[in-house]
C-alpha cells in the first residue's frame, strides 16, 4: 500500500515540476485577434501628404485589407526578454478596388487584439520603453486611453527616429476605427489619416437605429415645431399658407428621411451630424418644392417628371461633373458612375414624394406647356438662344470666381487637400456642357410658372442656389469635406451666379411677348 502511495506522489510531483517547467518557460499571456480568416476592413483615407503605403495614397481613396490568416509575434521589454505573444493578420491591400500588395503582415496596425488585457499588458511595456528610451538616443512618449467601447494609443518619438502614430480601436474587436500616422524625412513631413468607412467584422459599426433610436422621432418633432412658426409669420409666406399643413409637413419629414437614407448609404452609419444635416436639408429643400409646385398648374405625373429632372442635373449631376475634374472626391470613372445611379435613384424617390404630395387637381400637360412656349419663337431663334443660354454660363462662372480666387487659391494649390485646378482646355468645354445642362433643364420650370413676370427669374435664381449650392455647400462644411474657409466664399460665388445667370435665362428663354422690345416701330424678338 505504502508503495502504491509512493509512486502516486511520485507522479503528482512529476506532473507539478513539469508544470512549473511549463510556466517559467512560457510564462507570458497569448492575446489573440477579434478577427477571423475571411475578415475584411475598409478605411478611407481622408487626409493624405507625401504618404506612401506600398503606393503613394492621395485623400479620397479607399484602402482594403483581407485578412489571410494569422501570425504570432512577440510583444517584447526593451532588454529583449517577451512580455506577452500577440497574433497579427496576415493581409492582402487593395487601393481603390485594385491589388497593390499580398501576404502582408499588420504589426501593431488596424487589426489588433481585441479585449481590454491586451492593452494593460503594452501599457506596462510602454511605461518601460519611455524609461529606457534615452539609452538608446530616442526621445518615446506614448499613452494608452482606455474607454467603455474604445481604446485611443498614441505615442511619438524623436531624434533617431521622427514621428509618431494615433489610432482609435473598437475595444470588443480590435478594429481600428481611426489611424493617424507621421513621419519626416529630413524637413519633409509625411502623413495619413485613415477612417473606417465598411467592414464584414460584425460589432465595429453598430447600425444607426441601434445606436440612435431615440432620435427617430426627432425630424418629426423639429419640423412639427419649425413649421408651427412658420404658420405664425406674415409677409412672403402668407402663399404657403394655400397648402394644407398636413402636405408640407409630410413632405419635410419624407425628404428628410430620404436625405437619411442617401447619407447612410454613401458615407456608411448614421450620426448625430448626418442625421442634423437631413433634417435641414430636407426642410429647406420641403420649403422651396411647396413654393415652386404652388406656382405651377401641372398633372402629378409631369410634376414628379419636372422636378426629378431639376433635382436630379442641377443638385447633384452637374456638381458631381465638376466635382470629378476639380477634386479627388472620385477615385475612378467607376465610383463617378456608382454616384450617380445612386443619386439618380434618390432623386426618383425625391421626385414621387414632392407630386403625390403637393400636386392637386391641375391637368396642365408639361409636354404641351413646353410646346406652347417655343411655339412663340422660330426654331433658328431658339437655336441661338439655347448656344447663347449655354455660353453665356462660363463668362458669369469665370466673372465670380476669379472675384474670390485670392481668397481660396492657396487651397486649391494643396494637393493634400484633395483640391485641384484643371487647365482651361477642360474648364471651358466643361462649363459650357454645364450651362447647356441648365438650358435644357430649367427650361420646362419657365415654360410652367403661372405668376408673374419676375416669377420665372426667382424660380431659376433660387433652383440653381438652393438645391444647387446652398444645401450641398452646408453638407460640405458640416461634414468638413471642403476646407471651411473656402464655404463662405463659394457660397457668395454661387449666390452671385444664381442670380445673375437665372436673370439672363429668364430672359434669353423666355416668350417673346414678354422680351419684345419695339424700336422706332419695328418689333425686335
Known sequence: MKQYVKVILSVILAA???????????????????????????????????????????SGDKLRFEVLGIKVQEKMYPNGTVAFEVEAP??????????????????????????????????????????????????????????????????????????????????????????????????????????????????????????????IVLPVVVVIIAFAALLKCEGVLHKLRKEPATRFLALAIGLTFTETAYRVLSEGPLTLTSLAISLLSGFIL??????????????????????????????????????????????????????????LIVTLIEGAITCFLLTTKDTE?????????????????????????????????????????PFIIEYYSEPSLGLKIPPFTVIIPLEFFRGFLYVITLLPIIATVKDGKRTPFIALAYMLFIPGAFIPLIVEAVEASLPLEIIPFHLLEILADSLVYGFALSRILGKAEENTRSIHGIHVT
Request: aromatic share 18%.
Open 16 to 58: 507539478f515540476i513539469v508544470s512549473s517547467m511549463s510556466t517559467i518557460c512560457m510564462g507570458y499571456s497569448m492575446y489573440k485577434l477579434g478577427v477571423k480568416v475571411g475578415d475584411w476592413v475598409e478605411y478611407k483615407v481622408v487626409e493624405a501628404e507625401n504618404y506612401k503605403f506600398f503606393v503613394k495614397i492621395r
Open 90 to 215: 496576415v493581409c492582402d491591400v487593395f487601393l481603390n478596388g485594385e491589388s497593390i500588395q499580398r501576404n502582408v503582415t499588420l504589426s501593431e496596425m488596424l487589426i489588433l487584439p481585441n479585449g481590454e488585457e491586451h492593452w494593460r499588458d503594452l501599457e506596462k511595456i510602454e511605461e518601460i520603453w519611455k524609461k529606457e528610451a534615452p539609452k538608446y538616443g530616442i526621445t518615446y512618449e506614448s499613452n494608452i486611453t482606455i474607454d467603455q467601447d474604445t481604446v485611443l494609443f498614441s505615442y511619438r518619438m524623436e531624434n533617431a527616429v521622427n514621428g509618431g502614430a494615433k489610432q482609435t480601436v473598437h475595444k470588443d474587436t480590435g478594429v481600428a476605427l481611426e489611424f493617424e500616422r507621421y513621419f519626416y524625412v529630413g524637413k519633409e513631413k509625411s502623413e495619413c489619416r485613415l477612417v473606417i468607412s465598411d467592414t464584414s467584422v460584425s460589432g465595429v459599426l453598430v447600425p444607426w437605429y441601434i445606436t440612435y433610436w431615440y432620435l
Open 365 to 405: 400637360s408639361l409636354a404641351a406647356s413646353i410646346k406652347e412656349h417655343l411655339s412663340t419663337r422660330s426654331k433658328r431663334s431658339w437655336i441661338v438662344r439655347f448656344v447663347a443660354g449655354s455660353v453665356i454660363y462660363f463668362p458669369i462662372y469665370f466673372l465670380f470666381g476669379a472675384l474670390i480666387s
Open 286 to 343: 420641403s420649403f422651396f418644392l411647396t413654393w415652386l409646385v404652388s406656382r405651377m398648374k401641372l398633372q402629378r405625373l409631369h410634376i414628379f417628371a419636372l422636378i426629378w429632372f431639376n433635382l436630379f442635373i442641377v443638385r447633384y449631376f452637374s456638381n458631381m461633373v465638376e466635382g470629378y475634374f476639380f477634386t479627388n472626391v472620385f477615385v475612378s470613372l467607376n465610383d463617378f458612375l456608382s454616384q450617380v445611379f445612386t443619386t
